[in-house]
Structure formats: structure tokens, C-alpha cells
């Protein structure tokens, strides 16, 4: 009986090189972005049940600081005052604030923002609620609504950022 010219040793070590070279070439590709991002949590869509994380889209990206008739921005403006997320869900509200929309702040040069400032209205993302603050002489998370933490993955850039919903923690500034 002859021998068939591919055998299925030849076919697994084939497979195998075709996926170590996808994968090198998807590093290469993706190396700058996966090193912005925020590195103190698990990469990628989360699936645990003891974090809520809703899919939902992003409904608004403008500089942390602007003028109230400002509706274009430039690069300048995000790199000055560092960036401002909002999603289309109210994960993380409660009874007392319960319109409270999902978002993310950060100040200039905070790892992420190069993420945060390439998202779009209507990208498909992965926002997850971490934590919010706890009552204390200074805060009343019941009408205080900031400082809500938020971990956020974007599906089109395959990255991930994290951070506060507003400037100041709760009974800040």
C-alpha cells in the first residue's frame, strides 16, 4: 500500500506553524496597543459571574475639559485635558441615581487615553462595574454619583482602559 505524500504528523506540524505565525503576525500588529493598555486587570471580554459587565456601545468621546458650544475636537484638545467616555448603559447606578450613565474620565497622560480617544459613537463595547465608593463623613454614594469605577474593553481595538466616571471621587472637589 503507498504511503499518502502528507501524513498526519506533516498535517499537525503545519497547523502548528500556521498558528505560531498568525500569532506573531497578530503581535506585531497589535504589540503598541496592547502596551497602552491599562495592565492592572485580566485582558480581554470578561466572563465572571462575580463582576457585572454588560455589552453596550459608546455614546459619547469628548475632551474632560470643554467649552459648552465645543462639537469638534482636535487631538491638541484630548492630549490637554485628557478624555471622557460615555456608554449607552446605567451599569453601576442605583436606586438614587438611577439615569446615572456608565462613563470613564481620565486627566492628560493616563495610560489608556490613546484608547479612549480612537473610540467612536456606536463602538461595541464590554463595560464592567468594579467598585463603587463606600459611605464615609465625606461621601453619600446615595447623592453623590462619582466615583464609580469602571474596567471598559473595545471590541474593534482589542484593548482595554479603566477608570473613575467622573474627575473627583465621591465628596471630592
Known amino acids: ?7 498526519n504528523t506533516t498535517r499537525t506540524r503545519i497547523a502548528t ?3 505560531a505565525a498568525t500569532m506573531l503576525s497578530m503581535a506585531t500588529i497589535n504589540g503598541p496597543i ?3 493598555q491599562d495592565e492592572r486587570y ?5 466572563h465572571y459571574r462575580s463582576v457585572s459587565c454588560v455589552d453596550t456601545t459608546v455614546r459619547s468621546v469628548e475632551p474632560r475639559l470643554t467649552g ?16 471622557f467616555v460615555e456608554f449607552n448603559t ?17 486627566y492628560q497622560n493616563t495610560p489608556g487615553n490613546d484608547i479612549m480617544m480612537r473610540e467612536h459613537p456606536g463602538d461595541k463595547v464590554q463595560v464592567c462595574f468594579i467598585s ?10 446615595d447623592k453623590d454619583g462619582r466615583g464609580r469605577v469602571f474596567r471598559v474593553y473595545d471590541y474593534r481595538q482589542h484593548a482595554q482602559f479603566a477608570g473613575m466616571n467622573s474627575e473627583h471621587d465621591c465628596g471630592g472637589a
Open 1 to 7: 500500500m503507498a504511503k499518502p505524500w502528507v501524513t
Open 17 to 19: 506553524l500556521a498558528l
Open 34 to 36: 496592547a502596551m497602552a
Open 42 to 46: 485580566v485582558p480581554g471580554v470578561w
Open 68 to 83: 459648552d458650544s465645543q462639537k469638534t475636537f482636535t487631538a491638541q484638545d484630548f492630549q490637554e485635558s485628557g478624555v
Open 90 to 106: 446605567t451599569l453601576g447606578s442605583d436606586p438614587a441615581n438611577r439615569n446615572m450613565r456608565s462613563a470613564v474620565t481620565h
Open 132 to 141: 463603587r465608593p463606600a459611605p464615609t463623613a465625606y461621601c453619600d454614594p
